[in-house]
């Protein structure tokens, strides 16, 4: 059962232009949303997470954005950059139930000089 | 580096063997997580120690065993292999069964049965 899914496969943006990646989860007890990044030969590195008691969480460049009546989540890199070119994975749990973290197949983001 | 140790990174043996995945989590971490990752698919949760006890078990098959031992290190066990079981194998910790941190991850082991 997919109950995190990230329904773009790539997403190719310009140097210095908006990055938007995006999320939807179908589980209604989720109530913690993280976002990892993933090089190639890397493990995934946690880059930015949000409680569902919040509609925005921002860290510098990266922006994640939750909207609960939609079930929908999103992140935001802006100004994007060369080296954010990555694979971006989605992921959500119970919070006192983190064992049961789910992840979303992930988002290739290429972004170009 | 992450602090988290996965060996070996490849691995290739054939159908019907048994293998050995090893983790060292990151120091001070006493919870450990085995994740699979097939291709294109996302990271599926396979089982969580905490401090040497099962903790939870997810989508993880009869033939695959996992246990941590009194050093806090992981072994997964995968045995009577299978082509469908070519997959990168990642182990992540953390230092106490809560979100805030999230989860940090080793490098993985690519396994490929042939």
């Known amino acids: 059962d997919q109950q995190v899914k990230q329904n773009s496969p790539s997403l190719s943006v310009q140097e210095g232009r908006i990055s938007i990646l995006n999320c939807d989860y179908t589980n209604s007890m989720f109530d913690y949303f993280l976002w990892y990044k993933k090089y190639p030969a890397e493990g995934p590195t946690f880059l930015i997470s949000i409680s569902s008691i919040k509609d925005k969480n921002e860290d510098g460049r990266f922006t994640v954005f939750l909207n609960k009546s939609a079930k929908h989540l999103s992140l935001h890199i802006v100004p994007s950059q060369p080296g954010d070119s990555a694979v971006y994975f989605c992921?959500?749990?119970?919070?006192?139930?983190?064992?049961?973290?789910?992840f979303g197949a992930g988002t290739r983001l290429t972004v170009k000089p | 580096d992450s602090g988290v140790t996965q060996t070996p990174k490849h691995l290739i043996t054939a159908t019907g063997q048994r293998v050995t995945l090893r983790c060292s989590p990151r120091s001070g971490d006493l919870s450990v997580y085995w994740y699979q990752q097939s291709l294109d698919q996302g990271l599926q949760f396979l089982i969580q120690?905490?401090?040497?006890?099962?903790?939870a078990k997810g989508n993880i098959l009869e033939r695959f065993s996992a246990q941590q031992f009194p050093d806090l290190h992981s072994e997964l066990n995968l045995s009577s292999l299978e082509l469908g079981d070519s997959a990168l194998y990642f182990c992540?910790?953390?230092?106490?069964?809560?979100?805030?941190?999230?989860?940090?991850f080793g490098s993985g082991t690519r396994l490929t049965v042939v």
């Open positions: 120690y905490y401090n040497g006890e099962e903790r």
């Open positions: 992540a910790s953390s230092a106490r069964p809560e979100l805030s941190d999230g989860y940090t």
């Open positions: 992921a959500a749990a119970v919070f006192y139930n983190n064992n049961d973290m789910r």
